[in-house]
């Protein structure tokens, strides 16, 4: 089983140590005591979403730029396990012609004739 913190708190490890920045340091400016920081680092702890949005603060870091790096990472993990896709549970809906907007108008009788 892939585990979202972990993943999570790789990519936070990376995003600190590219910048050569301690844990003491970003733990101090994001305002979050040290060993929490390492437990969320480790993937030992989840993160909230104020505490992330905290950390990432202190890193100067996008949340969407460590999310879409996850996201990535997660993607990766799935296949590398090869955790199967699942089919989708809906069944497709029918929808009347008239109802689906067009993205090209309709040719008229007039449009027709000028052709």
Known sequence: MILL?????????????????????VSA????????LSEVERGQKEASSELLSAICDALDVRMSEVMRE????????????????????????QVPSERVPSLVPKASAMDVVAA
Do not use: K, M, N
């Not at 400016?29 to 929490?36: E, T």
């Not at 396990?81 to 497709?92: K, N, T, W, Y």
């Open 70 to 93: 996850v996201s990535d990472e997660l993607s990766l993990a799935e296949l590398a396990s090869g955790e199967a896709v699942r089919p989708a549970l809906l069944e497709p809906v």
């Open 29 to 36: 400016a994001a305002r979050v005591s040290l060993g929490y």
């Open 5 to 25: 913190r972990r993943l999570l708190g790789d990519v936070l490890r990376r995003q600190r140590q590219r910048q050569g920045r301690t844990l003491r340091e």
